[in-house]
């Protein structure tokens, strides 16, 4: 997570070179009040935080952006995140810029960042994060943890790059370890991982792994209380359009949620799609049309 504004550490958030590394703490609880939902508590340690919540849509619905003013992780760093969404509160968060995952020293010291969501009864969150962008040699732990309430609804993707394509250096060294699951009151609705090193290197030209595409994504929406509707599926695979050299995508049924994965040869690409999914279930699923992030277009 990058931040693209000015910043200058405090001396408690700078990296001495005893420690060599980053552990950066952000927590965010955000409560409907009046109507509105509002940051009641943002606690952080270290280089990760937010400023103050933008309201583009009407005070119901809260527009956070995460900064992580270093721009990138390198071995040792380790990154928390939690968040929750209290009852009928509503909140998205993404942030001003790709993530980086810098080559590993030589100790292979991971790189790891973990997200934990929780989502009130009632309450829906909106997780949408640019690129994850991975360096050759990288040993990146990305774990992402949601659990939902009662009616509660989310959406979210996670975009990764692998390597350095512009500079014609793709992803031939390192490891990924890569989570993401949703439960339901302790129960798992859905789960999927990657896992990707010197052993799976393979997996990255193969037709059932990511056939040399050089960036990655996927998709969740949901839950949904009742079946999918029909004309809804056929608008998400129409929206994606056919498959070409430069992209290959599908869109499933997965339970109670919505999935699309999709391969391709550049972030943004994936991006551009996945909002045409967001902007066609966004409406069905909490009642709202799409709101790009202003963000976005600096």
Known sequence: MNNLALHTPSRTERRTPAAGHWHARLELQFQQSRNASRLRRCRHQGPLYVQKPFYPEGPELAHVY??????????????????????????????????????ARDDGAPQQQQVTLRIAE?????????????????????????????????????????????????????????RLQINRGGEPLLIEALHLNDASRALFASQAGLQSYANAGLFIAGP??????????????????????????????VGEFLVARMLGQGAEQLRLHFCKLWALLRPPLLGRPCCPPRIWNT
């Open 66 to 103: 995460l900064l992580h003013p270093p721009g990138g992780l390198v071995s040792g760093d380790r990154l928390n995140v939690e968040v929750g969404i209290g009852e009928g509160a509503g909140a998205l968060l993404t942030t001003p810029g790709a993530g980086r995952v810098y080559r």
């Open 122 to 178: 009632g309450a829906s969150l909106e997780w949408l994060p640019l690129e994850s962008i991975l360096f050759p040699g990288a040993n990146a732990r990305l774990t992402t943890q949601v659990e939902l309430s009662g009616n509660s609804r989310f959406i979210g993707w996670d975009i990764t790059a692998f390597g350095l394509p512009a500079c014609n250096t793709g992803f031939d060294r390192g490891e990924l370890q890569q």
């Open 224 to 253: 949904f209380s009742d079946n999918l509707d029909d004309d809804l599926l056929v608008a998400c695979r129409s929206a994606f359009g056919a498959n070409r050299g430069d992209f290959r995508g599908g869109i499933s049924q």
